[in-house]
């Protein structure tokens, strides 16, 4: 069974930044990723996604403020985050695009001041 292992993130000032990391423990080779946030009683909504070629796609709400990247060596996906906003706390995760594996225990992002 894969697991998912997110990192990074934690709190940070608006305007600030944090890059997360997912840890895959099967490959990702062939496989669109992507990033989810979710806050408290709310759906699991998509961040943004990466194709197997590295073409990124990302939710308006991120859009020119985030970017996804892979390496299909270490089994790794990132986000890089810039000028995070408040609206922006959530509880991130990553997972397979198409085929969602179990989900990870996610990476709480805080911004505030």
């Known amino acids: 069974q894969v697991q998912l292992v997110e990192s990074g993130g934690g709190l940070v000032q608006p305007g600030g930044s944090l890059r997360l990391s997912c840890t895959v423990s099967g490959t990702i080779f062939g496989i669109y990723m992507a990033w989810y946030r979710q806050a408290p009683g709310e759906q699991r909504e998509l961040v943004g996604r990466?194709?197997?070629?590295?073409?990124?796609n990302y939710s308006d709400s991120v859009k020119r403020r985030f970017t996804i990247s892979r390496d299909n060596v270490k089994g790794g996906v990132y986000v890089q985050m810039e000028s995070l906003k408040p609206e922006d706390t959530d509880e991130y995760y990553c997972n397979n695009y198409r085929s969602a594996w179990k989900w990870g225990q996610g990476r709480q992002v805080t911004v505030c001041r």
């Open positions: 990466i194709t197997t070629g590295s073409t990124t």
